[in-house]
């Protein structure tokens, strides 16, 4: 299975390629069409998705000597948080050692390290929060946002893993609140590949090269998921990679449910402040905090 990826001249996220009911469409017949690719053909072999995202995955092994296992931690995260969605496209299961012996897609990212292209939508009203305070459903209010991205806009540029959008992003987020890391009760970090929410864990509670060790000290044995501090859940719907690729939306749509007590059976208790990062390295990372 191939990501989604970016898009390619005529050819949107949502291409006539991702899914039988994508391909049976035809205003996505004429847009895939118009790219020389005829419905069902997969992705050029490019740079872009998994071949971008595995590259840099190996690199980040080779330099801060870790091992796959990180990625597997974000993997069977997601899908344990997943298995109380029933919204979410993958709920069976998955333990490390299913990760472990997965079969490899392109080294080190398998099967369990990339998102599932879904057909959906997702529609969320921006208003202002005198006009929310009258609204049928409880207002949940924007608190800061920011967006993040280098001269280095395109994956093949990028000359490490410590000059991309990520740190862009946080660094702004942060000097536009005046809360705090830890004021955060739900962690929402995009999740188009696995490497992607090490990145944003990294650039926001520990360091480069620290999100394995940081995951491992804030990992529950018993519930097989991360909890930060004990409390903070990382991608509490399942993620792109369990509940479903929608480009982050889902990520942002989970916040909003969880922050207005509407998520049912997955409900966390308590939460006031929800932390949204979509986006990868490059062009479109971004964060912003949801409150109540």
Same mark, same amino acid.
């Given at each position: 299975?191939l990501?989604?990826?970016?898009p390619?001249?005529?050819?949107d996220?949502v291409?006539?390629?991702n899914?039988r009911?994508?391909?049976a469409?035809p205003f996505?017949?004429?847009r895939i069409? &118009?790219?020389?690719?005829?419905?069902?053909t997969p992705?050029?072999?490019?740079?872009?998705?998994? &071949?971008?995202?595995?590259?840099?995955?190996?690199?980040?092994?080779?330099?801060?000597?870790?091992?796959?296992?990180? #990625?597997?931690? +974000?993997?069977v995260n997601?899908?344990?948080?997943?298995m *109380?969605?029933?919204?979410?496209?993958s709920?069976?299961? !998955?333990t490390?050692?299913d990760?472990?012996?997965a079969r490899?897609?392109?080294?080190? !990212?398998?099967i369990?390290d990339?998102? #599932?292209?879904?057909?959906g939508?997702?529609a969320v009203?921006?208003?202002? &929060?005198?006009?929310?305070?009258d609204?049928?459903?409880?207002? $949940?209010?924007?608190?800061?946002?920011?967006?993040?991205?280098?001269?280095?806009?395109i994956e093949?540029?990028m000359p490490?893993?410590?000059h991309?959008g990520q740190q $862009?992003? *946080?660094?702004?987020?942060? &000097?536009?609140?005046?809360r705090? +890391?830890?004021?955060?009760?739900? #962690?929402?970090?995009?999740?188009g #590949?696995s490497?992607?929410? +090490?990145g944003?864990?990294e650039n926001?509670?520990c360091?480069?090269?620290?999100?394995?060790?940081?995951?491992e000290d804030?990992w529950?044995?018993?519930r097989?998921?991360?909890?930060?501090g004990?409390?903070?859940? $990382?991608?509490s719907?399942?993620?792109?990679?369990?509940?479903?690729?929608?480009?982050?939306?889902?990520h942002?749509?989970?916040?909003?449910?969880q !922050?207005?007590?509407?998520a049912? =059976?997955w409900q966390?208790?308590? $939460?006031k402040? =929800?932390l949204?990062?979509?986006?990868g390295y490059?062009f479109n =990372?971004? *964060?912003?905090?949801l409150?109540?």
């Amino acid at each position: 299975m191939l990501h989604a990826g970016l898009p390619i001249p005529g050819v949107d996220y949502v291409g006539a390629h991702n899914s039988r009911a994508a391909a049976a469409d035809p205003f996505r017949k004429v847009r895939i069409g &118009a790219a020389g690719l005829r419905p069902g053909t997969p992705w050029p072999d490019t740079i872009l998705g998994v &071949a971008c995202y595995a590259s840099w995955g190996q690199r980040y092994l080779h330099e801060y000597g870790r091992t796959r296992k990180d #990625f597997g931690y +974000i993997a069977v995260n997601n899908r344990t948080n997943a298995m *109380a969605n029933e919204h979410a496209i993958s709920r069976d299961p !998955l333990t490390l050692d299913d990760y472990m012996n997965a079969r490899m897609v392109r080294a080190p !990212l398998t099967i369990y390290d990339m998102d #599932f292209p879904v057909d959906g939508a997702e529609a969320v009203v921006v208003t202002t &929060a005198e006009r929310a305070r009258d609204l049928a459903k409880t207002p $949940v209010l924007f608190h800061a946002a920011a967006e993040g991205q280098t001269r280095y806009a395109i994956e093949e540029e990028m000359p490490d893993l410590v000059h991309q959008g990520q740190q $862009v992003a *946080a660094k702004n987020l942060w &000097a536009r609140t005046d809360r705090t +890391i830890a004021d955060i009760d739900l #962690f929402q970090p995009y999740d188009g #590949f696995s490497p992607m929410p +090490i990145g944003w864990i990294e650039n926001l509670y520990c360091g480069p090269g620290e999100g394995g060790a940081f995951i491992e000290d804030n990992w529950n044995h018993e519930r097989n998921r991360i909890e930060i501090g004990g409390r903070v859940l $990382v991608n509490s719907h399942g993620g792109s990679m369990s509940d479903g690729a929608s480009q982050g939306a889902g990520h942002t749509r989970e916040a909003i449910i969880q !922050l207005r007590g509407e998520a049912g =059976a997955w409900q966390i208790d308590g $939460v006031k402040h =929800a932390l949204v990062t979509p986006g990868g390295y490059f062009f479109n =990372a971004g *964060a912003f905090i949801l409150r109540t």
